[in-house]
């Protein structure tokens, strides 16, 4: 007997350790009762029921539900449906009209000891509603609860770059959570969760499929499989985009050609798009990726960019959706590949339909750990720019290195292009305010995979939801974002958060001075894009290598883009170029961006660029031990199993950041022909053994 109750109690405490084990999947959507009984007895006060003003359509119904299923979780008692409105501590969800608030803001009030979510539609109180229980999940007090917010950006989308045979490009969370081949009679529910988590920080449109798109997304069979998941995201106010093939009418159209001004291709496009339509009223739009990387486009048949885009909005005709044209193109040996989108694509300002937006990255280059804002930025007054950030840590670790990009996006978006004065900023040119346009968008590469966490390295969770609310109003500060989903996600403990917020904050800059530091770029391994090899220089086209672009030779370091080099810093407008024209005072974290430096060259730090590089890789790296000792610290308030995952990467992090280190150390020293500063040990390894590490890895 004795023996069988002492099993009885081990069960027991597994059962609660099981039960207490997270293992991410349900994101910052933690709706787990609030240990504060205070807090409790403040919202249930306020939340006694719900009440909706009238029947409405599935997204009000979901409104409902999502509000119920968290007030529920959060309070521990179930909170009804009332009968009339009117009683104390009701939370009324009303659709009325919302002065200010646009199509999809909202208002949330305090009235009668209650609480009225109000918007001009459904998926506005749907909104509306997540912002509540967002308030309620970070711990905030309902007393007077007052607020209002409305997107500053129409289309805020998720770009996935997934294929149809369930791989997902520059994806490092697993295969992809589109089951094509069980579409359309089995939905997935994992579907669903997707697309509360994109509501619920305010994203409304999703591109499906890879840029590098295959033509099988507009056959019959999968526009069926395209239909099933758009009836599961439309209830969350989200719409369905495709990539295109631009060679489509030629694959899968049986025609001999894919010229934008042949009547049979604009023809084909019409009634394909039509097709669309017909299976997906709601259908989003295009987004093109068009003569670059190899990818065939209109410039296969002596047109250009606008001729291609302005053919698929003709296609859409009166149908309400957008197209979407990326400007990221570059060809082998034509010069600066910095310069090269820019001298593409500003000509053809004032020339795109009006549903057309050009979509741009936040750099020159690619998605690179920092960059400079792309000179697009500014220059197209007449054309509406979508900013494309990526989330998905390419150049950034992959799932491995915790990097919270907060910081990153907002550095961009805060740029000023100076292009029409001061306060130009980047964020002023995607919303539409500085140039008068009526329509914007801005799209982050998807970092979500089939992973049970969606996004392999847990806080690469905290870049999907910080670009979404970045997305909603670029004017929050990343900062604030981090403490939002730290709360929702991790611990609302204070000491706990304390150590953890320093880490999410500097994570990049911590990332960048391990990697790349004083604007040092694209010099990671080959093909994969991961780990250091700026040794390379063999490669299919020179842009491909790392020596294109760091130039390291006796004399110095870093791409001259002055006047005496690529000339590229011409690009900006003057208010913007003055800031990096001049190396001495040029700040350095782009010094290296724009100016090729001597070696014994002092810096504005007061060291001269050697001890400057190598001091910032010794310390970036020494930093990674800083992460890990302030994540231990949070342990004690953290899920033990999400708490063990983050810091078994941090370890692999700082091995990583010891071989970046040594790598780029030692390179550079063969050319710098310098000793290290005093104090900092040399590596351990040589410089053909970490060559050794590398070829490995690379599998070459």
């Not at 899968?252 to 997906?280: H, N």
């Not at 741009?360 to 998605?367: A, M, S």
């Amino acid at each position: 007997m004795l023996l069988r109750s002492f099993l009885l109690l081990l069960l027991v405490i597994g059962l609660q350790t099981g039960a207490r084990a997270d293992d991410g999947y349900r994101l910052w959507l933690k709706y787990d009762q609030l240990p504060e009984a205070g807090l409790r007895k403040a919202w249930l006060a306020r939340a006694k029921s719900i009440h909706v003003d009238k029947n409405g359509g599935p997204t009000l119904q979901t409104a409902v539900q999502e509000l119920q299923l968290g007030l529920h979780g959060l309070l521990g008692r179930p909170v009804p449906l009332g009968a009339a409105p009117g009683g104390k501590g009701s939370i009324r969800l009303r659709v009325a009209a919302a002065p200010g608030l646009g199509r999809e803001g909202y208002r949330i009030s305090s009235q009668n000891n209650g609480l009225e979510i109000t918007a001009a539609t459904e998926v506005g109180v749907l909104y509306g509603c997540f912002a509540l229980l967002r308030q309620v999940q970070t711990g905030q007090l309902p007393e007077q609860l007052n607020l209002s917010s409305q997107p500053r950006i129409q289309y805020r989308m998720l770009n996935h770059w997934d294929n149809p045979n369930g791989t997902v490009e520059r994806g490092y969370a697993g295969s992809s959570i589109w089951k094509w081949l069980e579409l359309p009679e089995r939905i997935d529910p994992r579907y669903q969760d997707y697309a509360r988590a994109n509501a619920s920080i305010g994203l409304n449109g999703v591109v499906l499929n890879n840029v590098n798109a295959s033509a099988r997304y507009l056959t019959p069979e999968y526009l069926r499989k395209v239909a099933a998941v758009a009836g599961v995201l439309r209830p969350y106010g989200q719409r369905v985009y495709l990539s295109v093939l631009w060679a489509a009418p030629k694959v899968i159209g049986g025609l001999k050609t894919s010229d934008p001004l042949d009547p049979q291709v604009k023809a084909w496009w019409q009634a394909r798009t039509d097709e669309i339509y017909k299976a997906i009223p709601d259908f989003g739009g295009f987004l093109v990726k068009a003569n670059s990387e190899g990818e065939p486009g209109p410039q296969d048949y002596g047109r250009n960019h606008a001729d291609g885009a302005n053919m698929l909005a003709q296609a859409l005709g009166q149908h309400d959706g957008i197209v979407m044209w990326r400007a990221f193109v570059y060809k082998a040996g034509s010069g600066d590949r910095f310069r090269q989108a820019y001298e593409e694509f500003q000509p053809l300002d004032g020339k795109f339909a009006d549903k057309v937006l050009v979509q741009v990255k936040n750099g020159p280059i690619d998605f690179q750990a920092r960059e400079p804002f792309h000179p697009l930025f500014g220059a197209m007054p007449r054309t509406p720019l979508v900013l494309e950030v990526q989330l998905t840590q390419e150049y950034l670790g992959f799932a491995t290195h915790l990097v919270y990009l907060g910081p990153l996006i907002k550095e961009c978006l805060e740029a000023d292009t100076h292009s029409q004065g001061p306060g130009s900023t980047v964020a002023k040119v995607v919303d539409g305010s500085l140039e008068k346009h009526n329509i914007s968008g801005i799209a982050g590469v998807a970092n979500i995979g089939s992973d049970r966490n969606w996004t392999g390295h847990l806080v690469g969770q905290a870049n999907w939801y910080a670009f979404g609310r970045l997305a909603w109003d670029h004017t929050l500060r990343s900062e604030d974002i981090a403490q939002e989903w730290a709360r929702m996600t991790l611990t609302r403990e204070p000491a706990a958060l304390a150590a953890v917020l320093p880490v999410l904050n500097q994570s990049r800059s911590i990332y960048v001075r391990y990697t790349t530091p004083l604007g040092l770029h694209h010099i990671m391994g080959q093909d994969i894009h991961y780990g250091p090899e700026p040794w390379l220089a063999r490669s299919a086209r020179p842009d491909w290598t790392a020596v294109y672009y760091h130039k390291a030779d006796a004399a110095g370091l870093g791409f001259d883009r002055t006047a005496a080099g690529s000339d590229a810093l011409a690009l900006y407008a003057p208010g913007a170029r003055q800031r990096w024209a001049n190396p001495a005072t040029c700040p350095p974290d782009y010094l290296l961006w724009f100016h090729h430096v001597g070696w014994g060259q002092q810096l504005s730090t007061g060291r001269t660029l050697w001890d400057e590089l190598t001091t910032r890789y010794y310390t970036g790296t020494d930093s990674v031990q800083w992460m890990q000792r302030q994540w231990e610290q949070a342990k004690p308030a953290l899920d033990p199993a999400l708490h063990a995952d983050v810091a078994a990467r941090l370890r692999i992090q700082h091995h990583e950041a010891l071989w970046w280190r040594d790598a780029c150390v030692l390179y550079f020293q063969t050319f710098a022909q310098r000793p290290l500063p005093p104090g900092l040990a040399p590596p351990t390894r040589t410089l053909p053994e970490i060559k050794t590490l590398v070829d490995i890895y690379q599998l070459r």
